[in-house]
């Protein structure tokens, strides 16, 4: 039996409602990256981390000399109901250099937010719903990277995702043979606990070259759903079973023609997920991206991403963006603004801005 194809528990004896899930599943997704990262097209996997954090490539931060934390914050303006207008989720991402050439690294980041409605929805038997989805999934990693030799480095983690999607539900009765029961205001509450998988990373990174590979196993853990009905005290868990996301490889390069100039190249791809009723195909972004030195510590950045199946076949994204280096190259503030456009079948072509800023620190400039 498919997840999220059975029947939910009854309401009561003489009425029975599904748990109705939200369109397009656990709703818009987003790739995780940095300012800098966005700012050169979403080129992350094979660019050498010296301060920072990639969740799509973690062995990138072996070259850390001491810890750092990195702060990622994003405004969204576009056709995109869930993130247009809102602020994303803040990022954080941490690296610790232990003896050995080990260093700890780990992340909190957003995935996808839900917000949508359905009005006059015909449910069973003679009711319409009007349904109100919120909500969203995060990610986080935890894991160690290795400095196998001055130019090579491993990393080895777990990666884990979870959320939660709330559904306020009214039911109207449009029969004739029973009254409206006191049970047709509540709300669903859909609880997805960690779903851990392991994340593999290689990178290697010499003077002019540099080249990256990850690789993130199948997600699997526990969904709850809990019906909440409004004029009463009952709550039932209606729905436990498990769900599985897909895992994603990431493979990317970097090349320097001369010390003030870097070029990179990514593709990251993903199986097809099915979660909460809705399907995203497989597919895979492509990103190139370079940065440039201008003038003292300031860089330049620029790039162009294209995606090809999962939520957004076809979506093409431009970027631009900045970074500043201070405090004795101790700290970095980056600024990106990233334009995507794309076919929706429905809805014809759409549109999206996302500025993001991320503020890279460490622990020298931090203070003892």
Known sequence: MSLFSIALLSLAAYYSVDYFPPPGGGGSEIFP????????????????????????????????????????????????DAWSGKLGFPSISLVVPLPGGLTVTGAVQGRSRVEAEAMDVQVEGPYTGDFVWTGGLSETYLGFSFRAARWLAFSLGGRSTFGNITTEVDLEYHGSDFPVPYNSIYRDDAGFGMAWGLTLGVMASGEKFGAGFSISTDRRGVVDIDRDFKLTDKTDTTWSDFYTLPGEAGLGISFRPVPEVLLGADVISRKSLSLLGGKTDAGSKYSVGVEANAVGNLVVRGGYGRMKGLWRDGAETLSTGLGYGFGGGMAFLDMAIARTTWDDPLKGGLKETVFSVSLRAGEGWLGD
């Open 33 to 80: 990256m940095d300012a800098g990262a966005m700012g050169m097209g979403g080129v992350s996997v094979g660019l050498r981390r010296d301060i920072g954090f990639s969740i799509f490539n973690p062995a990138a931060s072996a070259w850390t000399d001491e810890g750092g934390v990195a702060f990622t914050g994003s405004y969204t303006d576009g056709d995109c």
